[in-house]
């Protein structure tokens, strides 16, 4: 990776200043981690992880906080993510890839339906 340029640095701070100003005023309707942790991250989670963010800068997405996390345990279901949005119970999707990732997006975290066939588990329980 080259140098960044004062104009890069000034949108990354604007950036990092948006989703802290989410993060401490509380005006999200919630989150997704992407589980990143070594296994993950073999498996293609920086693909699932970067197709999440361009998806959600194309659309302009504002109260939805994209994070990352460590190993989830289920080292064999990578890439993982979880959406926990609001005044619902957090579902964990599972072997993950870009299309997939951008579907979840548009589906549950926009459109409100939970993508049952890329749900290992929603809350406690566990889907089929």
């Known amino acids: 990776m080259g140098k960044l340029t004062i104009q890069e ?3 990354l701070r604007e950036k990092a200043r948006e989703q802290l100003k ?7 309707r919630g989150k997704i981690i992407v589980h990143m942790g070594t296994c993950g991250i073999s498996a293609g989670a920086r693909d699932v992880l970067s197709a999440l963010l ?7 997405i ?3 906080i994209v994070t990352t996390s460590g190993c989830a345990g289920m ?3 990578e890439p993982m993510a979880t959406v926990e949005l609001a005044g619902q119970p957090p579902v964990k999707y ?7 990732i951008v579907r979840i997006l548009e589906e549950h975290v926009i459109g409100g339906k939970i ?3 890329y749900a290992l588990g929603i ?3 566990r889907v089929g």
Do not use: Q
């Open 9 to 11: 640095l000034e949108k």
């Open 123 to 125: 809350g406690s329980e």
């Open 62 to 64: 504002k109260d939805i």
């Open 94 to 100: 599972v072997d993950l890839d870009k299309d997939k």
């Open 75 to 77: 080292c064999s279901r």
């Open 115 to 117: 993508v049952k066939e």
């Open 54 to 60: 361009e998806a959600i800068e194309k659309k302009g």
């Open 22 to 28: 989410l993060r401490t005023t509380g005006e999200t």
